[in-house]
């Protein structure tokens, strides 16, 4: 089999894999480059589908499927079955008037899509695919293993072990050495920053929620741990009320129904969307609100009945600082706010734990600032550099 990195080496973001194999090739992931990427690499998705079998998408962020109209059209893409529920409904909202440039066509690109289901693997051509779920800030993430020629490549996707409930270890004990790793390293940049896991965050929102009456809380709509973090630490800590606008409402509701498997943690249930009638009540009882930086949520950020709110800001600081940041998020927060956010990305430990477990032949670094930093975790197996758009044969 052969790798060819088109775009993720040396960057965060707009991740473009192909794997080929005697008979097959196939993409995974078909990204887009993040806001303010200084990245010179150019990839043409369209000509580099035109050979392809199929395009397997490890999940929804748009560093990861946001060229898939690039995509021909005679190519299957291939997305988890929630995943593509949930991007669907995002990419209707992004497609109203001033919010970002989708159209119908879009959406109608997206009803093509196929879906797989967790572990149960895929024949395209003389390769095997097998979906791996595994936790990120994006809901339904999957690794892939991808065997062919007598050979096992691992795509890690983006992942972490720091999540809510994760059996990933188990999983990959269970499905063995590889020959190849594609790994990503998105933290190793930044080793002496300290994360905690999501249950961690949890148990800080529960003493946040508890001592302030009216709670805003700013976090990625998609990020539905975060989401079932603060949801969590809402119930635990009285009665107030759970509330969000009615787009937040309808991937809330898609997850509850379609995620029994996972007992009770996915069940939103209690979740309100905001209607007058509820005002009352708000007032009264307190509440956690999900906020985004439009009109709707300003109303009640600013409205005197709420002055003494607490904001919570839980998403990537560099959204609101630096030279990443975003202008309508930055207007929007407040000059105090409580900065309470875990990293969706594995950090140094997870990232050894997995290389350790699936032992693999070489290791090639994706979706991180420098692929050296995978050097410093020192270990035993062989690290391939490799150069943007160069193919590695094992």
Same mark, same amino acid.
């Given at each position: 089999?052969?790798?060819?990195?088109?775009?993720?080496?040396?960057?965060?973001?707009? @991740?473009?894999?192909?794997?080929?194999?005697?008979?097959?090739?196939i993409?995974?992931?078909?990204? =887009?480059?993040?806001?303010?990427?200084?990245?010179k690499v150019?990839?043409?998705?369209?000509?580099?589908?035109?050979?392809?079998?199929a395009?397997?998408?490890?999940?929804?962020?748009?560093?990861?499927?946001?060229?898939?109209?690039?995509?021909?059209?005679?190519?299957?893409?291939?997305?988890?079955?929630?995943?593509?529920?949930?991007?669907?409904?995002?990419?209707?909202?992004?497609k109203?008037?001033?919010?970002?440039?989708?159209?119908?066509?879009?959406?109608?690109?997206?009803?093509?899509?196929?879906?797989?289901?967790?572990?149960?693997?895929?024949?395209?051509?003389?390769?095997?695919?097998?979906p791996?779920?595994?936790?990120?800030?994006?809901?339904?993430?999957?690794m892939f293993?991808?065997?062919a020629?007598?050979?096992?490549?691992?795509h890690?996707?983006?992942?972490?072990?720091?999540?809510?409930?994760?059996?990933?270890?188990?999983?990959?004990?269970?499905?063995?050495?590889?020959?190849?790793?594609?790994?990503?390293?998105t933290?190793? @940049?930044?080793?002496?920053?300290?994360?905690?896991?999501?249950?961690?965050?949890?148990?800080?929102?529960? @003493?946040?929620?508890?001592?302030?009456?009216?709670?805003?809380?700013?976090?990625? =709509?998609?990020?539905?741990?975060?989401?079932?973090s603060?949801y969590?630490?809402?119930?635990?800590?009285?009665?107030?009320?759970?509330?969000?606008?009615?787009?937040?409402?309808?991937?809330?509701?898609?997850?509850?129904?379609?995620?029994?498997?996972?007992?009770?943690?996915?069940?939103?249930?209690?979740v309100? =969307?905001?209607?007058?009638?509820?005002y009352?009540?708000?007032?009264?009882k307190?509440?956690?609100?999900?906020?985004?930086s439009?009109?709707?949520?300003?109303?009640?950020?600013?409205?005197?009945?709420?002055?003494? =709110?607490?904001?919570?800001?839980?998403?990537?600081?560099g959204?609101?600082?630096?030279?990443?940041?975003?202008?309508?998020?930055?207007?929007?927060?407040?000059?105090?706010?409580?900065?309470?956010?875990?990293?969706g990305?594995a950090?140094?430990?997870?990232?050894?734990?997995?290389?350790?477990?699936?032992?693999?032949?070489v290791?090639?670094?994706?979706?991180g600032?420098d692929?050296?930093?995978?050097?410093?975790?020192?270990?035993?197996?062989?690290?391939?550099?490799?150069?943007?758009?160069? @193919?590695?044969?094992i």
């Amino acid at each position: 089999m052969q790798v060819k990195i088109h775009r993720g080496i040396n960057q965060i973001g707009g @991740s473009v894999t192909e794997i080929k194999s005697k008979k097959t090739r196939i993409l995974i992931d078909v990204g =887009s480059n993040l806001p303010n990427c200084e990245s010179k690499v150019k990839v043409n998705v369209a000509n580099i589908s035109k050979k392809c079998d199929a395009v397997f998408i490890t999940h929804y962020h748009l560093d990861h499927i946001g060229e898939y109209m690039q995509v021909k059209k005679k190519v299957p893409i291939y997305i988890g079955e929630q995943a593509k529920e949930i991007f669907t409904i995002y990419q209707k909202k992004m497609k109203e008037p001033n919010i970002a440039e989708v159209t119908q066509a879009h959406i109608d690109r997206l009803k093509t899509f196929k879906t797989f289901k967790q572990d149960v693997p895929l024949q395209i051509g003389d390769m095997k695919i097998t979906p791996i779920r595994v936790n990120h800030s994006a809901f339904d993430s999957y690794m892939f293993l991808i065997e062919a020629d007598g050979k096992r490549v691992l795509h890690t996707g983006d992942f972490r072990t720091h999540g809510p409930d994760d059996d990933l270890p188990t999983i990959l004990k269970e499905i063995g050495n590889v020959d190849i790793l594609i790994c990503e390293h998105t933290t190793l @940049s930044r080793l002496d920053e300290v994360f905690m896991s999501e249950l961690m965050l949890q148990e800080e929102a529960f @003493s946040l929620i508890k001592n302030n009456k009216y709670v805003f809380i700013m976090c990625a =709509s998609t990020n539905i741990d975060r989401i079932a973090s603060f949801y969590h630490a809402n119930k635990k800590a009285g009665n107030k009320l759970f509330i969000c606008d009615v787009y937040q409402k309808e991937i809330l509701d898609y997850v509850t129904k379609t995620s029994k498997k996972y007992k009770d943690y996915y069940d939103f249930s209690e979740v309100k =969307s905001f209607d007058g009638k509820y005002y009352e009540e708000m007032v009264d009882k307190g509440f956690c609100m999900l906020v985004r930086s439009n009109y709707f949520s300003k109303r009640f950020i600013h409205s005197p009945n709420f002055k003494d =709110s607490l904001f919570i800001y839980s998403q990537w600081l560099g959204y609101l600082q630096g030279e990443n940041a975003d202008e309508s998020i930055v207007n929007f927060v407040p000059k105090e706010y409580v900065y309470l956010h875990t990293s969706g990305h594995a950090t140094s430990k997870g990232i050894k734990e997995v290389c350790n477990i699936v032992k693999p032949k070489v290791i090639i670094p994706i979706h991180g600032e420098d692929t050296h930093d995978f050097d410093k975790l020192n270990l035993p197996y062989k690290i391939e550099h490799l150069k943007t758009k160069k @193919s590695y044969k094992i």
